[in-house]
């Protein structure tokens, strides 16, 4: 690790006043998508059919900040989410928002409803609006379970605390097994209960070519990594990274030192998912995220090396899913995500087999690669 310092340059953004970048976007996200509506007024993205749809299902609401884009407004559709709540850029929505939401995602005053799992990534804002909406929906009379997720490993035990990791793409993971179950008429209690068990097996770790910068302005400052310099584990808003790397390694040690802090059970730190340690035991869902601007070439690159990387450890790759998922604006960079299936004769509460029937479900949204 070496020691360095960040460099500044200037950045332009393709934006009108910068106050109006996510109502603008999501306006224009579901003007050219039937299945989706969208309520500006509260920044909520949902399914068009949601009115008939709430009757007799579960529904699933995401929350986060925008400018990370498609995530959640790229997963709202069949087979995926019932809503999506935005605040405005790296901000968390208000809890007024959230409560909308879940208003809108259940008949009144919650009659006859199935209730609604509202997720959101484990981030102080998201957490506090989070809870604030939920006290009043129930107070209100709707039935709502609530489920954060963090799996960035960068964030070991020591430094995390109460506090805990960082929410990254182990979101999408967690939410596309909920979201399936939602759609096949599942209760809120499996549902909830399905989503923390995915989460607790899922990690994720990221690592930055440069900065992100705000779009503030049309053009804006760039805090930039020094010359032949990333940064590991930096987080999705720019929050400092684990370690800087100087000079860069090659993207084959890269992707071994990344993957090792995944699956690494003997870092008392950061074995956060639960693997066995025994090679040919354990099967896992790999997926690899743009954090921006980093290409589906360079992504299928370090898929391969993934897959290599991870068989040699006696890990086996049931699946595999990439492209830009979860961004931080136009960030270069991308992150490794590895969910650890359910292992065969595991007392659990999702086999292995119907755990990859959940990945496997068709969706019909705008940004997922099935």
Known sequence: MTSVETQTKETFHSINDPRDTINEAL?????????????????????????TFRDNHV??????????????SGFVGHNFLSAYVS?????????????????????????????????VGNY??????????ITRATAAGYKVRFVPVGD?????????????????????????????????????????????????????????????????????ELQTLPPDTVE????????????QISPVPSPQDLAKRMLKLVTDISDSDRAFVPFS???????????LNSLGSTSDEVLARFAELGIEELEQQGLKVDRV?????????????????????????????????????????PVEVVAWRQ
């Open 27 to 51: 306006t224009g996200l579901t003007e050219h998508h039937p299945y989706l509506s969208y309520s500006p007024t509260h920044k909520i993205v949902y399914r068009s059919d949601l009115e």
């Open 59 to 72: 529904t699933t609401i995401a929350c986060s900040g925008g400018g990370h884009e498609p995530m959640f």
């Open 87 to 119: 605040g405005n850029v790296f901000a968390s929505p208000t809890a007024r928002q959230m409560f909308e939401a879940i208003k809108m995602c259940q008949p009144a005053q919650g009659e006859k409803s199935k209730g609604t799992l509202l997720v």
């Open 124 to 133: 102080t804002g998201d957490i506090l609006n989070a809870g604030l909406a």
């Open 152 to 220: 960035d490993v960068a964030v070991g035990r020591k430094k995390g605390g109460k506090v805990g990791r960082r929410g990254l793409s182990g979101h999408l993971i967690a939410l596309k097994c909920a979201c399936a179950l939602a759609q096949k008429g599942e209760s809120l209690e499996r549902i909830a209960e399905v989503t923390e068990y995915v989460a607790a097996n899922v990690g994720t770790i990221g690592v930055a070519f440069d900065r992100v910068a705000l779009p503030n302005d049309t053009v804006t």
């Open 232 to 243: 590991l584990g930096m987080g999705a808003h720019g929050e400092p990274g684990l370690q």
């Open 277 to 287: 340690g025994k090679p040919g035991e354990d099967e896992v869902v790999l997926l």
């Open 321 to 361: 899913t990439l492209g830009p998922l979860v961004t931080s604006l136009k960030m270069s960079g991308f992150g490794f995500t590895v969910w650890r299936l359910p292992a065969i004769g595991e007392k659990s509460v999702l086999s292995r087999e119907e755990a990859l029937r959940l990945w496997d479900e």
